[in-house]
């Protein structure tokens, strides 16, 4: 699949598991589940970190490429280790420590996640190699600066505010709709890898075909317009609720 698909892919399953969240006291702003999307979204490119020459190889210049080069030499190349369960796991587990015990990683984690997504759904400009990576980095440090202030906002998420509270699940729910949605290829992915089994529903002929053009990204785009409208409604209402004694 193409980065695109995945950062859409990774959006539409935060948008639609913000209703369960909810009802298990995880209560967020329409500000909250945006800020949710835009990391799940760029949470779904972080398997692909194993593609030395993919889309997000050059998201910040040499940086990125020689990260996914040597992730790449260590993972045993693309579409293995990190195209599992255990490495949407390892991610979340490993979002979740750093937003509580190291902070500041965290920051840069989050920057890093959210210039993958950025890149993902196509922030570049053709033939500015090195303007793109800028562009980027800016953006992605506004954003990423916004939600650092936002981490003390809304009621229902601890003392330690929304960003640290779900940074595992925004995390790990992104990494596996990457799994997900590269699974419905021919290639499939090793879903329980270091077993070398891969699941492939082939669904998608082939990457950027007809069908992903045509089809998924369609209905990834409607699902996401659907889903934050009824998220964001549903979060309207039950502040409303609460200020109003409903």
Not at 66 to 77: D, E, F, H, Q, R
Not at 147 to 163: K, N
Request: aromatic share 8%.
């Amino acid at each position: 699949m193409m980065g695109h698909t995945h950062a859409l892919a990774g959006a539409a399953a935060w948008l639609g598991t913000v209703p369960f969240l909810a009802d298990y006291g995880m209560r967020m702003t329409p500000g909250q589940i945006a800020a949710g999307a835009v990391v799940c979204a760029g949470a779904a490119m972080l398997p692909d970190l194993d593609h030395h020459d993919g889309t997000i190889a050059n998201t910040f210049g040499p940086v990125t490429r020689a990260l996914c080069k040597g992730i790449a030499a260590v993972s045993g190349g693309h579409r293995h280790a990190t195209h599992s369960l255990l490495f949407c796991v390892a991610m979340a587990v490993g979002a979740d420590l750093l937003s509580e015990h190291l902070v500041q990683a965290w920051w840069v984690m989050l920057f890093l996640i959210i210039g993958l997504g950025l890149r993902g759904i196509g922030i570049r400009v053709p033939e500015r190699e090195h303007f793109d990576a800028l562009l980027n980095a800016a953006i992605a440090g506004g954003l990423t600066f916004l939600m650092a202030r936002m981490q003390f906002a809304g009621p229902g998420l601890g003392t330690h505010g929304f960003t640290l509270g779900w940074a595992g699940f925004a995390v790990g729910l992104g990494c596996l709709a990457h799994v997900v949605t590269d699974g419905i290829t021919p290639q499939g992915c090793p879903v329980f890898w270091p077993i070398p089994w891969r699941l492939a529903i082939p669904l998608v002929g082939s990457t950027n075909g007809k069908v992903e053009k045509w089809v998924v990204t369609p209905l990834l785009t409607l699902g996401i317009v659907i889903l934050g409208v009824r998220s964001s409604a549903g979060s309207f209402a039950a502040h409303w609720l609460e200020h109003n004694g409903g």
